[in-house]
């Protein structure tokens, strides 16, 4: 079974630091992308940024960039979002998803079809 599960969210003051995990089963994470989207209460859904599996490139929404970064550990089968210099405005349930392709870019996360997701983890930033 294809499955996706966050955790590590929680409670952070402004500009503090989380690390949110995405560990998959069920496939591997070495031949397919994972996105990050998130949404904040009463908000729409937002792209954060992505990682392809050919070559662990990155794409990262202007609003998070160069203060979210995303890797992947092969070895556990589990891609991270790293968030520093968090602020109110980063409050929002998070969540991984792919579309069971390769590679995926900031297109791919607005317009595709995100075929797997997790369930979800909640960051909550105070000011």
């Known amino acids: 079974q294809v499955q996706l599960v966050e955790s590590g969210g929680g409670l952070v003051q402004a500009g503090g630091s989380l690390r949110l995990s995405c560990a998959a089963s069920g496939f591997s994470l070495d031949y397919f992308a994972i996105g990050w989207l998130r949404q904040a209460p009463g908000r729409e859904r937002e792209v954060v940024g992505c990682i392809n599996s050919s070559d662990g490139s990155t794409y990262y929404a202007d609003s998070v960039q160069g203060r979210f970064t995303i890797s992947r550990d092969s070895a556990k089968n589990t891609v991270y979002l790293q968030m520093n210099s968090l602020e109110p405005e980063d409050t929002a349930v998070y969540y991984c998803?792919?579309?069971?392709?390769?590679?995926?870019?900031?297109?791919?996360?607005?317009?595709?079809?995100?075929?797997?997701w997790g369930q979800g983890t909640l960051v909550t930033v105070s000011s």
């Open positions: 998803a792919t579309d069971m392709s390769r590679d995926m870019s900031i297109a791919t996360l607005f317009f595709g079809n995100l075929e797997v």
